[in-house]
């Protein structure tokens, strides 16, 4: 058992507590040792009995817990609240935006024991008369059930990206000599999957059985001629959209996909752009070769260290950006508006400026940049008064609170943002998670140009989670002269591996290695914090 299943096992424990009313201390314990356990690098499965009660914030009693489900696979106090907690409304719990206390509500005074009856019950408007609900209530938890509801099936693409190149081993391996493709959602590195899909060049072969694990994702194994595998690969390699495009009538057996192409007048266009947007009028522009690669990246910006919420200090995340091969690190823990993520005082910030000075002394030439993620406040101004925001050499400026609002009213908190001269980037612009929370809506040409008017670069959230700058807006951007910052937003040290899907959105979207702010060199880099801060 994992830490993240330990976790996970005492944030139930608590929320079942909280749902059922017991004591707020032990609630209070639970929900602790969630939060301590989810934050250690080192698995607790390797740690004595009398180390785990010497961990802070562990304790002797949560200790015993911790014992019981590593010997044992579960909790018996954790057990005995799901067996008096109807299936229906745990499930319920996992709805963003509303807490035990709220399902407890629904549960003991409308008798809500799902999410469907819970659905049902906002559209028959009986949420509004609940204490503690009203009308506003009712319509985000509707919104939020609907939106799940529409995303079950789907998986974000690095949730599957590994069984996905399992199963084309795997099935290599049972299919010696033949050749086997992945193909569809998977290899366009679609954000979003429903289905992974292999192509066989065998039309005849016998298929063998696959394993998929505990994903329930649809698996598609499809077969052709191996003298036509090229011209089915693209067919099952696009959007339906983007080969209409092609005449398929030409070169069926042609070599490769670059022989189709090429016999329908077009250059090349790699997997990722096949969505039938504007990417032939992209390839009329420009060269595949000069599309953003990994390898392209010279330094990783917009990162966080346990100045703030990280999981590593601030040398060790330098350390293992170094040894990565990049050159230079900009840390960005939060600032003080973000209390819940221990956000710097402006005391603290002097703190790690000072410690950034040392190392940047002591692992010379790797360079770390002094850089902050500014809280966007509700009026669009940035946190800190202006000394502090100069001490930095740049800014991410990102919306954290105060999701909730129109298309006018996030524009215009961005557009004041934008044109504040202290902003350098600007951060996941519209803050959706995908499959979990749509991004408030906001104007992007506006935004697009007023970057473009204020020389902002646009941060591309490289977290599979976010991808944010949405890739559909990558070449509005970069036509505009508005540079992308590929960042990891990394918490901890396995988050600078997040850059690859931050390029893979990026190249979909068309987005150019000379149009991509952390492929500048160090040098090139200081230079331009210098004489944008001037």
């Given at each position: 058992?994992?830490?993240?299943?330990?976790?996970?096992?005492?944030?139930?424990?608590?929320?079942?507590?909280?749902?059922?009313?017991?004591?707020?201390?032990?609630?209070?314990?639970?929900?602790?040792?969630?939060?301590?356990?989810?934050?250690?690098?080192?698995?607790?499965?390797?740690?004595?009995?009398?180390?785990?009660?010497?961990?802070?914030?562990?304790?002797?009693?949560?200790?015993?817990?911790?014992?019981?489900?590593?010997?044992?696979?579960?909790?018996?106090?954790?057990?005995?609240?799901?067996?008096?907690?109807?299936?229906?409304?745990?499930?319920?719990?996992?709805?963003?935006?509303?807490?035990?206390?709220?399902?407890?509500?629904?549960?003991?005074?409308?008798?809500?024991?799902?999410?469907?009856?819970?659905?049902?019950?906002?559209?028959?408007?009986?949420?509004?008369?609940?204490?503690?609900?009203?009308?506003?209530?009712?319509?985000?938890?509707?919104?939020?059930?609907?939106?799940r509801l529409s995303n079950e099936g789907l998986?974000?693409?690095?949730?599957?990206?590994?069984?996905?190149?399992?199963?084309?081993?795997?099935?290599?391996?049972?299919?010696?000599?033949?050749?086997?493709?992945?193909?569809?959602?998977?290899?366009?590195?679609?954000e979003v999957v429903d289905t992974i899909t292999?192509?066989?060049?065998?039309?005849?072969?016998?298929?063998?059985?696959?394993?998929?694990?505990?994903?329930?994702?649809?698996?598609?194994?499809?077969?052709?001629?191996?003298?036509?595998?090229?011209?089915?690969?693209?067919?099952?390699?696009?959007?339906?959209?983007?080969?209409?495009?092609?005449?398929?009538?030409?070169?069926?057996?042609?070599?490769?996909?670059?022989?189709?192409?090429?016999?329908?007048?077009?250059?090349?266009?790699?997997?990722?752009?096949?969505?039938?947007?504007?990417?032939?009028?992209?390839?009329?522009?420009?060269?595949?070769?000069?599309?953003?690669?990994?390898?392209?990246?010279?330094?990783?910006?917009?990162?966080?260290?346990?100045?703030?919420?990280?999981?590593?200090?601030?040398?060790?995340?330098?350390?293992?950006?170094?040894?990565?091969?990049?050159?230079?690190?900009?840390?960005?823990?939060?600032?003080?508006?973000?209390?819940?993520?221990?956000?710097?005082?402006?005391?603290?910030?002097?703190?790690?400026?000072?410690?950034?000075?040392?190392?940047?002394?002591?692992?010379?030439?790797?360079?770390?940049?002094?850089?902050?993620?500014?809280?966007?406040?509700?009026?669009?101004?940035?946190?800190?008064?202006?000394?502090?925001?100069?001490?930095?050499?740049?800014?991410?400026?990102?919306?954290?609170?105060?999701?909730?609002?129109?298309?006018?009213?996030?524009?215009?908190?961005?557009?004041?943002?934008?044109?504040?001269?202290?902003?350098?980037?600007?951060?996941?612009?519209?803050?959706?998670?995908?499959?979990?929370?749509?991004?408030?809506?906001?104007?992007?040409?506006?935004?697009?140009?007023?970057?473009?008017?204020?020389?902002?670069?646009?941060?591309?959230?490289?977290?599979?989670?976010?991808?944010?700058?949405?890739?559909?807006?990558?070449?509005?951007?970069?036509?505009?002269?508005?540079?992308?910052?590929?960042n990891p937003d990394a918490h901890h040290t396995?988050?600078?591996?997040?850059?690859?899907?931050?390029?893979?959105?990026?190249?979909?979207?068309?987005?150019?290695?000379?149009?991509?702010?952390?492929?500048?060199?160090?040098?090139?880099?200081?230079?331009?914090?210098?004489?944008?801060?001037?």
């Amino acid at each position: 058992m994992q830490n993240k299943d330990l976790a996970h096992a005492f944030k139930l424990t608590g929320q079942l507590m909280e749902l059922h009313g017991e004591n707020p201390f032990k609630i209070r314990s639970y929900s602790n040792a969630a939060f301590r356990i989810g934050r250690l690098d080192q698995q607790l499965s390797n740690v004595s009995y009398d180390d785990l009660e010497s961990i802070d914030g562990i304790g002797k009693s949560v200790a015993a817990k911790i014992v019981e489900l590593l010997e044992t696979g579960s909790m018996q106090f954790l057990e005995g609240m799901v067996a008096k907690t109807p299936v229906g409304v745990i499930d319920m719990m996992s709805i963003k935006g509303i807490g035990p206390k709220k399902i407890a509500t629904i549960w003991k005074d409308l008798g809500v024991e799902s999410v469907g009856e819970l659905l049902y019950a906002c559209n028959e408007n009986r949420l509004v008369e609940l204490k503690g609900f009203g009308a506003k209530t009712q319509e985000q938890i509707k919104k939020m059930i609907e939106f799940r509801l529409s995303n079950e099936g789907l998986f974000h693409f690095a949730a599957i990206e590994g069984l996905a190149n399992d199963l084309l081993e795997e099935l290599r391996t049972l299919l010696p000599n033949i050749r086997v493709e992945l193909a569809g959602q998977v290899r366009r590195k679609c954000e979003v999957v429903d289905t992974i899909t292999l192509l066989v060049g065998d039309a005849s072969v016998e298929l063998p059985e696959l394993t998929t694990g505990e994903i329930p994702v649809r698996v598609e194994v499809l077969q052709c001629p191996a003298e036509n595998f090229a011209w089915h690969w693209l067919q099952h390699s696009a959007d339906p959209a983007h080969l209409s495009k092609l005449n398929w009538e030409n070169e069926p057996s042609a070599a490769d996909e670059a022989a189709i192409y090429q016999a329908n007048g077009h250059p090349y266009i790699v997997p990722e752009m096949r969505e039938g947007r504007s990417e032939f009028e992209w390839a009329a522009r420009h060269s595949t070769d000069d599309l953003l690669t990994l390898e392209n990246l010279k330094g990783s910006l917009h990162n966080h260290s346990t100045w703030s919420d990280g999981r590593h200090s601030l040398k060790e995340m330098a350390v293992y950006c170094r040894d990565m091969g990049l050159t230079y690190l900009g840390i960005c823990d939060h600032s003080r508006a973000a209390f819940y993520a221990n956000g710097l005082s402006a005391e603290r910030v002097a703190e790690q400026q000072a410690e950034i000075d040392r190392l940047n002394v002591e692992l010379a030439p790797f360079k770390i940049f002094k850089g902050i993620e500014s809280d966007i406040l509700n009026d669009g101004s940035l946190d800190y008064e202006a000394p502090v925001l100069a001490s930095f050499d740049f800014i991410v400026a990102s919306v954290h609170s105060n999701l909730k609002m129109d298309r006018e009213k996030a524009t215009n908190r961005l557009l004041t943002a934008i044109e504040n001269p202290y902003t350098t980037i600007l951060g996941h612009p519209t803050g959706r998670l995908l499959l979990s929370r749509e991004g408030y809506p906001i104007h992007h040409e506006a935004i697009i140009d007023a970057c473009a008017a204020n020389g902002v670069v646009i941060e591309l959230n490289a977290n599979p989670l976010r991808l944010d700058l949405d890739w559909r807006w990558v070449d509005y951007a970069q036509n505009k002269g508005v540079m992308i910052s590929i960042n990891p937003d990394a918490h901890h040290t396995d988050g600078f591996h997040h850059h690859r899907y931050g390029v893979f959105a990026a190249r979909k979207g068309g987005l150019l290695r000379a149009n991509t702010f952390n492929t500048l060199s160090t040098q090139e880099l200081e230079a331009y914090f210098i004489q944008r801060k001037a």
